[in-house]
C-alpha cells in the first residue's frame, strides 16, 4: 500500500473534476453540456475515470471517507451501458457530488 500512490490518484481525481467544471462552464450549465454530445461524453469519461481512480485506493483511512462504491458504480453504469445512462443521475451528480467529492479530497490531502 503506497499512499504516495493514493495521493497521486486524489489528486487525479481533482483534476478531473477542474475538467468537469471547464466543461460545464464552456456550456453554460449542466443541462446544456448533457444535451450537446460532445459535452455528454466528455462529463462520463470523466466520472468514468473519476470511478476508476476512487476504485484503486487502497488506504483504508482514505476510502472510508469518501463514496468509493457510488463512484465506480457509477463507472461500471457508464462504461457498460447497463440499461442505459440515466442522465438525470449524472446532472444530479455533477451538481450535488462533484462539489462535495472535491472539497473531501481537499481536506484528505491536507491531512496527509
Known amino acids: 500500500m503506497s499512499l504516495k ?3 497521486a490518484k ?3 481525481v481533482i483534476a478531473y473534476i477542474d475538467d468537469i467544471i471547464e466543461i460545464v462552464s ?6 446544456r453540456t448533457l444535451d450537446d454530445i460532445e459535452g455528454q461524453y466528455a462529463v462520463m469519461l ?26 465506480t458504480g457509477l463507472r461500471n453504469t457508464i462504461s457498460h451501458n447497463y440499461d442505459g445512462i440515466d442522465l438525470t443521475i449524472v446532472e444530479n451528480t455533477v451538481i450535488h457530488n462533484i462539489p462535495e467529492l472535491k472539497k473531501t479530497i481537499i481536506s484528505i490531502l491536507d491531512d496527509l
Open 26 to 31: 464552456r456550456h453554460e450549465n449542466i443541462v
Open 46 to 71: 470523466c466520472l468514468s475515470q473519476i470511478g476508476e481512480l476512487l476504485g484503486k485506493i487502497e488506504s483504508v483511512s482514505i476510502i472510508k471517507r469518501l463514496p468509493v462504491r457510488l463512484a
Open 10 to 12: 486524489l489528486e487525479q
Open 5 to 7: 500512490s493514493d495521493t
